[in-house]
């Protein structure tokens, strides 16, 4: 059974930092790439940084670019995403996702599995 379970959002103030995982199972790591994608009410989804594992190739959407970094620890099926410098306007629900890696790394809505969310709030 495949498994994306996320943690580590919560509320922080603008300017603040947060550190989402995402601990993955059911699949083999390195044949997918994993990512991040966040909703906030109101808006569509957009995919905001993924990687693939097997090489650590990264995209990261030009909004959070230089604030945003995804990683990942192959030894332990886990990917990160450090946020810092946050924005109220980053308030959302934030889905780890993963899908077969494509040859070009990106976010797409097409990702195969997705993990039930978590909420993460800058206030200002």
């Known amino acids: 059974e495949v498994q994306l379970v996320e943690s580590g959002g919560g509320l922080v103030q603008a300017g603040g930092s947060l550190r989402l995982s995402c601990a993955a199972s059911?699949?083999?790591?390195?044949?997918?790439?994993i990512g991040w994608f966040r909703q906030a009410p109101g808006k569509e989804r957009e995919g905001v940084a993924c990687?693939?594992?097997?090489?650590?190739?990264?995209y990261n959407a030009d909004s959070v670019k230089g604030r945003f970094t995804i990683s990942s620890d192959n030894a332990k099926n886990t990917v990160y995403l450090q946020m810092n410098s946050l924005k109220p306007e980053d308030t959302a629900v934030y889905y780890c996702?993963?899908?077969?890696?494509?040859?070009?790394?990106?976010?797409?809505?097409?990702?195969?599995?997705w993990g039930q969310g978590i909420q993460v709030t800058v206030s200002s």
């Open positions: 990687i693939a594992p097997d090489d650590g190739s990264t």
């Open positions: 059911g699949f083999r790591f390195d044949d997918y790439a």
């Open positions: 996702a993963a899908g077969i890696r494509p040859y070009y790394i990106a976010c797409y809505d097409t990702f195969d599995y």
